[in-house]
């Protein structure tokens, strides 16, 4: 188990629902990835890129609500700035099963 945190901890990690516009093949990642344009509401429309290849179609994504950090500070990964970070699990081979929301909520709702 991780270290215990504070409830002022959790609150600084800003979760947000938001859903994939756009969904392309990132070929200049190392790893197989894909760059994402997800639309947070009020927030706004924010890049990614996300390791998710192996479960994830590119049209399959496109519409689908992901919850992401936003207050990361963006980072480059060669010529992309990914601006959030998209949440999701490894499964039993390491690859990513992306956290999903159950039912729809409004783009940018804070996770609670």
Same mark, same amino acid.
């Given at each position: ?8 901890? $959790? ?14 093949? $990132? ?44 207050? $990361? ?10 601006? +959030? ?13 992306? +956290? ?13």
């Amino acid at each position: 188990m991780a270290d215990l945190i504070t409830w002022d901890d $959790f609150e600084k990690v800003d979760l947000r629902a938001g859903t994939i516009l756009e969904a392309v093949d $990132f070929p200049k990642a190392r790893k197989p990835a894909y760059q994402l344009l997800i639309d947070f509401g009020e927030l706004g429309i924010l890049k990614s890129s996300a390791q998710i290849t192996v479960h994830y179609k590119k049209e399959d994504l496109v519409g689908r609500q992901i919850v992401a950090v936003v207050n $990361f500070p963006k980072k480059q990964i060669a010529d992309f700035m990914s601006e +959030c970070l998209i949440t999701g699990f490894p499964d039993e081979n390491g690859e990513i099963v992306l +956290c999903s929301i159950e039912r729809q909520v409004p783009n940018g709702t804070k996770l609670m």
